[in-house]
């Protein structure tokens, strides 16, 4: 199944370059590439730098109660992970900053795998948030899905994430072990096990300091990515609004819910076409724009990545869950016993439990 899926995700991935190469002039494309200015490519790579860095900060407050995750070592296991979604299919990368940061930090690979989903469902209601807000200020007819009904998708995600907050944990592991005696080849999972991290992690939303952090962290995240978006376009020299950042940014990150190659390559490309056509910008310079932004971004990402992989003195399979780790320095690693007698104070700094 997984062969499957990874063969599916390279099959869209070459459909959407070909259909892409059937829309655009390549000469023209060229002609629109050679118009890059440097500086703002830099600036784009700074902002980008910097996204990288709250969303390893809000990441790290996800894990509360847990407190004293250092930052360098999220960033670090943040860095490596989006190395290996860059060029590994089926999108292992979040995996393996999971597995980094249990072998970093004194936290469980469950709790990370936990965080994980509770941050990937945030996004997503960030962003439909933003498409909300969006709808606002311009017609959207490509979706032909009325404003109230994003709102309320927003507003329905919110709400549901808050009574799962507040479910009684323990109540719902013992349902949850009881269905998994009538399920079948239960053995080869274990309910428990897979849902209770995520009904921790999400319990974080229970505390009143925390919530408004993850949501305004959520929001900046995001903002941040839209500002990638019109400084890529500002590279390009392309007279775009600010909401035809924000447009990309809603179309390219929502479409990677389909299976594609590693780095998302001919998907985000065809669909960055897409989304600037709603603004009446010309497909070459389109393809020239997410050429551009796409090579950035994921260019940053494996450099960045191999220079933590580097500095860990990781080997390859070092980054994968169930292989023996190599001997990794002293000052890579961290036990619960030690955690809380680091000389070196912790930088993600979270506030105090709440009765």
Known sequence: ???????????????????????????????????????????????????????????????????????????????????????????LGELVRAYLIGRTEPVAFTQAVGTILVEKILDVLTILA????????????????????LVGLGLGGVGGLLILAWLPRQRILALLARLQLYLP?????????????????????????????????????????????????????IEAPVAAAI??????NLVMILPSAPGYVGVFHKFSVIALAAFAIDA???????????????????ALGLIFVWRGGYRWRDLWPGTPPAAAPASALVSPQTAGTDPVPAIVTLPEREP
């Open 1 to 91: 199944m997984r062969y499957l899926r990874a063969m599916l995700g390279l099959a869209i991935s070459a459909a959407c370059v070909i259909a892409l190469l059937t829309q655009i002039d390549p000469q023209r494309t060229w002609q629109s590439l050679s118009h890059a200015r440097p500086g703002w490519l830099l600036a784009t790579v700074g902002v980008l730098l910097l996204s990288m860095l709250v969303k390893a900060w809000r990441w790290g407050v996800l894990f509360y109660p847990t407190r004293g995750l250092r930052l360098q070592r999220l960033f670090s296991a943040l860095a490596i992970g989006y190395l290996v979604l860059s060029v590994v299919p089926m999108r």
């Open 130 to 149: 933003f498409l909300a807000l969006l709808g606002l200020f311009m017609p959207l007819p490509v979706l032909g899905v009325p404003n109230e009904v």
């Open 185 to 237: 080849g239960s053995r080869r999972f274990n309910l428990v096990r897979m849902i209770g991290p995520f009904l921790d992690a999400v319990a974080i939303l229970r505390y009143p300091r925390v919530l408004p952090v993850v949501v305004l962290s959520s929001a900046l995240t995001w903002s941040l990515a839209a500002l990638i978006n019109y400084l890529g376009l500002q590279a390009l020299a």
């Open 247 to 252: 447009w990309l940014m809603i179309v390219t």
């Open 284 to 302: 070459n310079e389109a393809a020239a724009y997410a050429i551009v932004l796409h090579a950035l971004i994921y260019g940053t990402f494996i």
